[in-house]
DNA sequence: CGTGACTATTTTGCATGCAATTAAAGTGAC
DNA sequence: GTCACTTTAATTGCATGCAAAATAGTCACG
């Protein structure tokens, strides 16, 4: 009925911006996104543009993200909103409910400490892997966004936590553990959506100085307690986030359908 | 020109035994597979058919899986294979090469590091959420399980890292914790293929002793040692597997291709 | 006899169409 | 007015078809 252009894939091509344009600069100094390298495939541009829209709260936990809407939406068909949502399911932003549909993942309480948990395992394990090997030029990089953390600290909540994610992507990917750093992103993914759902205003804001220590002990190659401070940043991050929690998240998701359905999606 | 029946998916259903088969009785003590609950899509079953077969070796890393063939062979469309192959890719038991398709891992020495670098963070995570707080109906799993391997220890080489790994996702279940279980169960499969592909025979052997030392620190509650001995347990599997490795893994490199054309696959 | 270009075939990437399941609306009985 | 049932609409699950890319095969030419 559409019949937008002849049949295959070959000109339909609103894919390359369609939620990216939001922010500033396109300045890659791993402020910008979780995906590093260029969308290879369509499914990927999709994936990314979700996740990012998941990630920046467009979407809202809970919310029914549609095959076709989402199809048209970024002008490719339903197979390929399928796939993007298939792999973030895998990701843990998206929940797959069979022969229902897809929705924002909306992690309970227990699904977020779960989360934290495995977290703080997997940056113990890059804190080893670096401490007492960070290159100069790596050292650098750290600081420099150590000092951009704390230019925003207090003004942009959603900013500090997408920066607070990203130290710890960059840190990850100074290990070249590639499979560690898929492990870290995803984890951070997850971690950011949950901040950003359960968080209080300035729930993030410490943590800049906590990232400053570990960086030091890293410098200093004291693996242990580089290990030890991550541990505790990360208990102490997830401890901000959640304390008072409990009644506000019952709220949100009570509300959350209604809020769908009246802005029509 | 298949016109297998009708159209739709109703009365196609090959997909439940194809593989499977192989093996001895159905009991379900956790030795059978990766996926504990029924697979609930075809996309699934599929799919874990493969993860199979590519962990029996049945198919040889490095082999070519053509959607064609896979979708043919399990009786359902290419659809079905294509998504099965994109998330065993997400596992990292699958390569997906960009318009040239997908082909059974063959992970380098530097991969299988990485691999089992993460495992050690990850199961370090499962001995701390563990240690003291073993059930008896557990321990005695445990404990029980540990007699299985013990008995086919030496005998069957394969079915002593099937065992092996199971061991290990069996301890991380009993956390609850259904990421740290997700993420176990993808390193054990990927390091039961790296065992499989760069392990010498009787490698896996002498591991079941550990085994046991560590059921006993968790149920003394004594964490710190347990996260020693799994540390040192998964290094010394590692070490094992890999100190002979460098040369063979070349030979079999050059072969697989080969290998894949003789037998037409 | 080896090498390069051209064609044919295979295989992926993606879009679309049909059936089935599910949610919703509408209808009637109590 | 409420509950149960039937019907209808929306959406998923899956299969198939077309085009582009990659590979294999063929032939002319050096």
Redesign the interface.
Known sequence: MITRNAQSGGTARSVNDPTAKGKGPPANDGTAAIRTAAP??RTEAVQDALRQAIMEQKLQPGARLPEDAIGETFGTSR?IAR?AL??LA?E?LVELK?NKGAYVANPSLE?AL??F??R???E??VT??LAGKLKPGEIDALNCFIEKEHSVSGVDDRESIRLAGAFHLLLARMTG????IR?VTE?VS?CSLILAMYGRPHSADCGVDEHRQIVQALVNGDASRANELMDHHLASVAGRAMLEARQERDIRDLLAPYAARIKGL
């Open positions: 290879t495939s197979t796939e298939g792999r895998v843990g069979p699904e779960d989360t948990m495995v703080r395992g997997l113990c394990t080893g892997l553990n590639q499979l560690l492990y984890v997850r």
